[in-house]
């Protein structure tokens, strides 16, 4: 099975703090997606990357950056963190068909 | 682009019977449209898909059904378990699943089902 591990389930960090969140998958996919989740809204595209060192913004990139710098990792950053920025960040990866989702990173800027 | 709508945002129903979740789409050149299941502290899993070349898909209690006249797409789920409740999140996709299109989500419906 497709596993894609993000590395923190939880966490916390201040406003004007440089976050990076991590996203590993172990199968080999060329395409990877980051998503925040907030209650009422669903699931909104902030980037993805077709290739090493590509990528592409969503529909919700302000304020965020990428970093693809090998096949099986995809970073999300966040520059100076703010409050708004509070929230579920899903990363997903696949090669055909539907995403395969990590579990998760809640990340709560305080 | 694409706007998915999904209803209704939450479903309570008793344990044995079936729940219905409806999602409407606004562009016709979508023609990928998954399903996913997710449960309390985890990922979302996709559970079930469906191509615009074909008008229903079944997979053991669940079934997905497509009508690109009227451009909604429905989820049926039969014979409820408690396991069944979660958040459930429709799609829509104008890259027949290739993947590195953007995927637009519905907002989710959370099924709540009652023993």
């Known amino acids: 099975d497709v596993k894609v591990t993000q590395s923190s389930r939880y966490l916390v960090k201040r406003t004007g703090e440089k976050v990076f969140l991590e996203c590993v998958q172990d199968m080999d996919h060329e395409n990877m997606f980051w998503y925040r989740q907030d209650p009422g809204l669903g699931l909104r595209l902030i980037y993805f990357s077709y290739d090493v060192k590509m990528k592409e913004k969503g529909d919700i990139p302000e304020g965020y950056s990428v970093s693809r710098e090998k096949k099986e990792r995809f970073s999300l950053i966040l520059e100076s963190a703010s409050t708004n920025q509070t929230s579920m960040y899903l990363c997903?990866?696949?090669?055909?068909?539907?995403?395969?989702f990590g579990d998760g990173t809640r990340l709560s800027i305080l | 682009g694409e706007n998915v709508e999904q209803h209704p945002s939450t479903l309570s129903v008793q344990e044995g019977d079936s729940a219905v979740i409806k999602c409407t789409y606004s562009d016709s050149a979508s023609n990928y449209f998954p399903w996913y299941k997710q449960e309390l502290g985890k990922g979302p899993q996709l559970i079930i898909d469906?191509?615009?070349?074909?008008g229903e898909k079944k997979d053991q209690r669940i079934a997905v059904t497509l009508n690109k006249t009227a451009k909604h797409f429905s989820l049926h789920i039969t014979e409820t378990q408690p396991e069944d409740s979660a958040v459930y999140f429709c799609a829509a996709s104008m890259d027949s699943g290739g993947g590195a299109d953007g995927l637009t989500f519905g907002k989710g419906t959370h099924l709540i089902i009652q023993p």
């Open positions: 469906i191509r615009s070349n074909v």
């Open positions: 997903a990866s696949t090669k055909l068909g539907g995403r395969d």
